[in-house]
Nanobody, 124 residues
């Protein structure tokens, strides 16, 4: 069982930045591909970004490319999402997810473990 705890959400004005963190409670964190998803009110949960076990491969949704950066620190069992140039449409509940194995996956069904989410609100 892997527990994931997100932090770093908050309220920010358009154009601002936030950095989300997700801490994992497993000694084998380096064996998990990690992903970020988000869900806006009344909408489905969507893929945002993913990172391979070593951090050498990443993937992003088109809507966040060039603005968001996913990274990880395997020594600290933590994955990050740096969000710059935030827009009101980025407002959502952001979830961290873990999938055992070294493959980049963008479908939520592929991820086994999920955090509770952290709210990001961007005002215009």
């Amino acid at each position: 069982q892997v527990q994931l705890v997100e932090s770093g959400g908050g309220s920010v004005q358009a154009g601002g930045s936030l950095r989300l963190s997700c801490a994992a409670s497993t000694r084998t964190f380096r064996s998990y591909t990690m992903g970020w998803f988000r869900q806006a009110p009344g909408k489905e949960r969507d893929f945002v970004a993913a990172i391979s076990t070593s951090g050498t491969s990443t993937a992003y949704a088109d809507s966040v490319k060039g603005r968001f950066t996913i990274s990880r620190n395997n020594a600290r069992n933590t994955v990050y999402l740096q969000m710059n140039s935030l827009k009101p449409e980025d407002t959502a509940l952001y979830y961290c997810a873990a999938d055992y194995g070294d493959r980049i996956v963008i479908t939520q069904q592929s991820y086994t473990y999920w955090g509770q989410g952290t709210q990001v609100t961007v005002s215009s």
